[in-house]
T-cell receptor, first 116, second 112 residues
Framework: EAQVTQNPRYLITVTGKKLTVTCSQN?????MSWYRQDPGLGLRQIYY???????DKGDVPEGYKVSRKEKRNFPLILESPSPNQTSLYFC???????????????FGPGTRLTVL | SQQGEEDPQALSIQEGENATMNCSYK?????LQWYRQNSGRGLVHLIL?????REKHSGRLRVTLDTSKKSSSLLITASRAADTASYFC????????????FGAGTILRVKS
């Protein structure tokens, strides 16, 4: 089954304790992206990657890191989480063809993070 | 502010009625997409309309795009209780790879 998986689905942590949220897709997609969703703000892009070893900042990258060592995986790293990073996080993937943005994105089930 | 802004923020209708949601955006786009999100879950792609298209259908969904007004609408006909969800428009921007900018969404409640 074609899917995007995220782990963990729920996480409660404390300020400053490093954490990683994993994301994996089995559709051989080039493009992967992380979003956070906060009430009234919709989804905001944190980081994205157009292929292995190619990553770039989205609209709200502060406090986050990513890596793309393999095509299928795109982990999100919070080196020193703070309470303002409490949010619902989504990973997404899609095909990507240079110069075209006609591709739907497939979303993971979400990770609900609480930072105390 | 968000590139895409949905209107209304919330909509409550009876089963069988039609639901119309609108989306306005600010900059030139490659395409506009609509997604559905059931409470707290991942988004599911509904339909994509390219900037050179004016109308598209998929089952009970009808999407229109007016690039001169920078607006789109999503019509769900003969709504069902299972259509209860949040609906988001997302604009694909001209100058980025596959960047989508999402609006804040419309919460649709279909009462049975």
């Amino acid at each position: 089954e074609a899917q995007v998986t995220q782990n963990p689905r729920y996480l409660i942590t404390v300020t400053g304790k490093k954490l990683t949220v994993t994301c994996s897709q089995n559709m051989n997609h080039e493009y992967m992206s992380w979003y956070r969703q906060d009430p009234g703000l919709g989804l905001r892009q944190i980081y994205y990657s157009m292929n292995v070893e190619v990553t770039d900042k989205g609209d709200v990258p502060e406090g986050y890191k990513v890596s793309r060592k393999e095509k299928r995986n795109f982990p999100l790293i919070l080196e020193s989480p703070s309470p303002n990073q409490t949010s619902l996080y989504f990973c997404a993937s899609s095909l990507w063809t240079s110069g075209l943005t006609y591709n739907e994105q497939f979303f993971g089930p979400g990770t609900r993070l609480t930072v105390l | 502010s968000q590139q895409g802004e949905e209107d209304p923020q919330a909509l409550s209708i009876q089963e069988g009625e039609n639901a119309t949601m609108n989306c306005s955006y600010k900059t030139s786009i490659n395409n506009l997409q609509w997604y559905r999100q059931n409470s707290g879950r991942g988004l599911v792609h509904l339909i994509l309309i390219r900037s050179n298209e004016r109308e598209k259908h998929s089952g009970r969904l009808r999407v229109t795009l007016d690039t001169s007004k920078k607006s789109s609408s999503l019509l769900i006909t003969a709504s069902r209780a299972a259509d209860t969800a949040s609906y988001f428009c997302a604009t694909g921007l001209m100058e980025y790879g596959n960047k989508l900018v999402f609006g804040a969404g419309t919460i649709l409640r279909v009462k049975s």
